[in-house]
């Protein structure tokens, strides 16, 4: 749904292409995870279909006909809607690993191990993206401080879930 709504908002800025849109998503939003072009133009369909864009124009090149996207005045209408709307927050890794740690206490397994390697893991990815943060722009640096955040939380988490893991399994089991 968010790659909708990011393609909409680049189609605001200009009429694009969908190799455009592609490119100027990656350069914005993907650098870690780029999208691929069938998705791009799946999601080109989708909006297409539900009259949120329109084809502009259709030029030739050296290969096939490239369709050049415009947004309508629903999709303005859907964008402002879209970015007016506070988000829920999302529990994101925190309910899986709380439910590998129920799933470790019910079956016997040493929770606290699998809570201690978890922990070791966001360390490691927290000095990995600390490293990058270094060396990045504003937009990455940005995308990066909103994951070690989240990481930070994690490990809150943990360091919480290990100090109760015995009243947990107590309360599991009964």
Known sequence: MTVSYALLGLLDEADRHGYDLKQSYDRRFGSARPLRFGQVYR???????DGLITVAG???????DRKRYSITTDGVTDLERWLSEPEDPQ???QTVLFTKVVTALLSGRPA???L????????TVMRELTAA???SS???GMLIDYQLFHIEADLRWIEHAAGRLDTLASEIRS
């Open 43 to 49: 999601t080109l369909a989708q909006l297409e279909r």
């Open 138 to 140: 504003l937009r990455d």
């Open 133 to 135: 943060r270094r060396e």
């Open 112 to 114: 606290g191990v699998f």
């Open 91 to 93: 529990p994101q890794l």
């Open 58 to 64: 259709v030029e030739a090149g050296a290969g096939p």
């Open 116 to 123: 201690e390697d978890q922990r070791q893991r966001h360390l």
